[in-house]
Nanobody, 122 residues
Framework: QVQLVESGGGLVQPGGSLRLSCVGS?????????MGWYRQAPGKRREWVAT???????SYASAVKGRFTISRDNAKNAVYLQMDDLSLEETALYYC???????????????WGQGTQVTVSS
C-alpha cells in the first residue's frame, strides 16, 4: 500500500523560509512518476503548488514561482519543497501528492499524505 509521509511544517514569520519533505513507501515506481505538493488554506479549496516529473522537470503555480523550489531524491522516494519569502496568505495545510502505482498493481492513481501545517505569522 502506497503511503506518503510529510514533515517540515511549522511556524514561520513573514518573509521566512521552510523546507518540507515527503517520503513515499509501498511502490518501487516512485522515481518513474510525478510527485508534487498541494496546499489548502482554511475555508479554501486545495490548490496545486508544484510538481516534478520522474525525469526532473518541474512546474509551479504562478503564485509561488521564483520563491518555491521543488526537488526530488529518487533513491529515497522523496520529494522536497523549499519555500522562501513566505507570506501570511500562505498559511495552509501542505499535502504531498504522488501519481503512482503500487508495486504489484497496474493501476495508476493519486495518493496523498496526511498534510503538514505551515503557519506564517508575525
Amino acid at each position: 500500500q502506497v503511503q506518503l509521509v510529510e514533515s517540515g511544517g511549522g511556524l514561520v514569520q513573514p518573509g521566512g523560509s521552510l523546507r518540507l519533505s515527503c517520503v513515499g513507501s509501498g511502490s518501487i515506481f516512485f522515481s518513474t512518476y510525478p510527485m508534487g505538493w498541494y496546499r489548502q488554506a482554511p475555508g479554501k479549496r486545495r490548490e496545486w503548488v508544484a510538481t516534478m516529473t520522474g525525469g526532473g522537470s518541474s512546474s509551479y503555480a504562478s503564485a509561488v514561482k521564483g520563491r518555491f523550489t521543488i526537488s526530488r531524491d529518487n533513491a529515497k522516494n522523496a520529494v522536497y519543497l523549499q519555500m522562501d519569502d513566505l507570506s501570511l496568505e500562505e498559511t495552509a495545510l501542505y499535502y504531498c501528492n504522488a501519481f503512482v502505482k503500487e508495486t504489484y498493481s497496474s493501476t495508476l492513481q493519486d495518493y496523498w499524505g496526511q498534510g503538514t501545517q505551515v503557519t506564517v505569522s508575525s
